[in-house]
């Protein structure tokens, strides 16, 4: 950043029409400068301040050949080119408020009439062998001429950049002062050859560009490498519980085998296979005609399922003989299917399914009617 010196340059308060936008009041900037100005705009260094909404803009400028080609060489990598009294027009001060920049090169009276735009600045360069006497005299002669100052602020140091910046403002300081810049309004103050000045701050974004995406490769390059780690340690994890696994498995069948052979002692410690007692149940609604030829019951497969085979001679009461065993209370399920045919005999299986827990009658016990 170069801030230049105040002396070097001219500046006038130029009306702007109202509502006018930011391309629109930059046209009638320079319509305004280059009926004002002596020289071409071309042989200018040259910026402006303005707010929208504000119904005049602060320009200045300087004649180019002012400055030497070492001091326009230091200007090519600054990020902006200002006189010295622009670091105070990000301020916002009261109505009628005059700041005064003491410098030991010049003293500059910046003053705010209505609104964010300045409406005069005056420069005066003090003698060098000037006393302190004479500095305070020159100060005195630029409020007078300014005039109707209610409130006038006076900066001794020069305001510097805050190093704490970012890209959307610059914010220069100076002890309990503190004046804020937008980049759209550094953006048309900077006071570089407008060509040049375009061209730079595209090569800029070209840069910025590409730094963000240098970046961005960086970044998914480390996310990257973080997860190939994290998926080389999530396969040794896996191959580590792969391995307890193996191991533990001889284990775990065993306890589970001791576990289902405990389950079928206790069963068979505490439950008891009763086909007697189911016998009975289903004996009771049996038919005249329907004869019982095999019983069996298996604990393999179930405590509570009996077995029938029969004939009859009369394959209707099979159906119907079903449906009354349905009917117990203690049945859950029954199924008769036919299993064949042996000249006027039927044969068939019956398969009865007990409740569990159902209160079958005891041996000798005459089994109640549904």
């Known amino acids: 950043m170069a801030l230049l010196p105040d002396a070097a340059f001219f500046t006038r308060a130029v009306p702007v029409a109202a509502g006018a936008t930011a391309l629109e009041a930059a046209s009638q900037v320079e319509l305004a400068l280059e009926a004002a100005a002596p020289f071409p705009l071309s042989q200018l260094y040259y910026g402006w301040f303005w707010a929208p909404g504000s119904p005049h803009a602060l320009v ?5 050949r002012r400055f030497t080609t070492d001091q326009t060489s230091t200007w090519q990598g600054a990020e902006v080119v200002l006189p010295g009294f622009a670091a105070l027009l990000g301020l916002t001060p009261e109505p009628a408020t005059t700041v005064v920049l003491a410098s030991p090169e010049s003293i ?3 003053h705010w009439g209505h609104g964010p735009v300045p409406t005069h600045v005056l420069t005066r360069v003090p003698d060098p062998e000037a006393t302190e006497e004479d500095r305070a005299r020159l100060r005195d002669e630029l409020l007078r001429e300014i005039g109707g100052s209610h409130r006038v602020i006076e900066i001794a140091a020069p305001l510097a950049p805050d190093p704490a910046h970012n890209d959307r403002e610059i914010v220069f300081r100076s002890g309990e002062v503190v004046s804020r810049l937008p980049a759209a309004a550094l953006a048309v103050a ?3 050859d407008k060509a040049e000045l375009a061209a730079f701050r595209s090569a800029r974004r070209r840069d910025v560009v590409l730094w963000r995406v240098t970046v961005g490769l960086a970044a998914s390059l480390v996310v990257f490498g973080l997860g190939e780690f994290a998926l080389v340690g999530g396969r040794m994890w896996q191959r580590v519980r792969e391995r307890q696994f193996v191991a533990q498995k001889p284990l ?4 589970e085998s001791i576990h289902s052979l405990t389950a079928k002692i206790e069963e068979m410690a505490t439950k008891r296979l009763r086909p007697v007692e189911m016998l009975l149940q289903v004996s009771e609604p049996q038919p005249g005609e329907v004869w019982f030829t095999g019983v069996r019951a298996d604990v393999g497969r179930g405590l509570n399922t009996l077995y029938v085979e029969g004939r009859t001679s009369n394959a209707a009461l ?6 009354t065993l349905r009917k117990l209370p203690t049945i859950e399920r029954v199924e008769a299917p036919i299993t064949g045919l042996q000249g006027d005999q039927t044969r068939f299986t019956l398969t009865a399914v007990f409740k569990a827990g159902a209160q079958l009658p005891a041996v000798g016990e005459t089994p109640k009617a549904p």
């Open 60 to 64: 200045f400028a300087a004649y180019r």
């Open 108 to 110: 500059t009276a910046v």
């Open 318 to 323: 099979i159906n119907s003989y079903e449906s």
């Open 190 to 192: 900077d006071v570089r």
């Open 252 to 255: 775990v069948e065993k306890i």
